[in-house]
T-cell receptor, first 113, second 113 residues
Framework: SQTIHQWPATLVQPVGSPLSLECTVE??????LYWYRQAAGRGLQLLFY??????ISSEVPQNLSASRPQDRQFILSSKKLLLSDSGFYLC????????????FGDGTRLSIL | GENVEQHPSTLSVQEGDSAVIKCTYS??????FPWYKQELGKRPQLIID???NVGEKKDQRIAVTLNKTAKHFSLHITETQPEDSAVYFC????????????WGAGTKLIIKP
């Protein structure tokens, strides 16, 4: 069966510091991968998605970037965090075929001080 | 682009009663509609989904109905239980959104004992 791992679970970072969140998927090949952000009490905002290695689509202009160095690895990065980057970051995967559900990781709660 | 509106934002029902959450979408070419349940501090989890070639789908106490003409779909939960308390998100996938999911803003469902 497929599993998705996301870490760390919680992160507290100062403003201006760098960020690296990692997500890996097991048990499937060539998945679609997604990064979402969720502000407290709000909905899901799609940040990036990837349909293959090295292929990244950005949905929202910001100081974040994403990379997919391996088929089942998705990384969210920032060179300098802003206060507004606080939130709950969720990685998700879906089968590469159309109209398949997305499955979410446990998320990373990021607090910027 | 695709727009998904979800109502109500908060729904309070007596335990044992039914709950209905409605979503409307704008892209008539949308063809996949999942529903997710998110408990406090947890990841969203898929509870049911429907594709545009069917009008209704049931899974025990949960059902989803789709009206393609009116461009709306609804989640029905019968015999509600305390563990149904959560935030529920609808989503739609269509051509206008470059085949990505467009999410509703969420409905907080409260089950009163």
């Amino acid at each position: 069966s497929q599993t998705i791992h996301q870490w760390p679970a919680t992160l507290v970072q100062p403003v201006g510091s760098p960020l690296s969140l990692e997500c890996t998927v097991e048990g499937t090949s060539n998945p679609n991968l997604y990064w979402y952000r969720q502000a407290a009490g709000r909905g899901l905002q799609l940040l990036f998605y990837s349909v293959g290695i090295g292929q990244i689509s950005s949905e929202v202009p910001q100081n974040l970037s994403a990379s997919r160095p391996q088929d089942r690895q998705f990384i969210l990065s920032s060179k300098k965090l802003l206060l507004s980057d606080s939130g709950f970051y969720l990685c998700a995967w879906s089968e590469g075929r159309s109209n398949q559900p997305q499955h979410f990781g446990d998320g990373t709660r990021l607090s910027i001080l | 682009g695709e727009n998904v509106e979800q109502h109500p934002s908060t729904l309070s029902v007596q335990e044992g009663d039914s709950a209905v959450i409605k979503c409307t979408y704008s892209d008539s070419a949308s063809n996949y509609f999942p529903w997710y349940k998110q408990e406090l501090g947890k990841r969203p989890q898929l509870i049911i989904d429907i594709r545009s070639n069917v009008g209704e789908k049931k899974d025990q106490r949960i059902a989803v109905t789709l009206n393609k003409t009116a461009k709306h779909f609804s989640l029905h939960i019968t015999e509600t239980q305390p563990e149904d308390s959560a935030v529920y998100f609808c989503a739609a996938r269509g051509v206008d959104s470059n085949y990505q999911l467009i999410w509703g803003a969420g409905t907080k469902l409260i089950i009163k004992p």
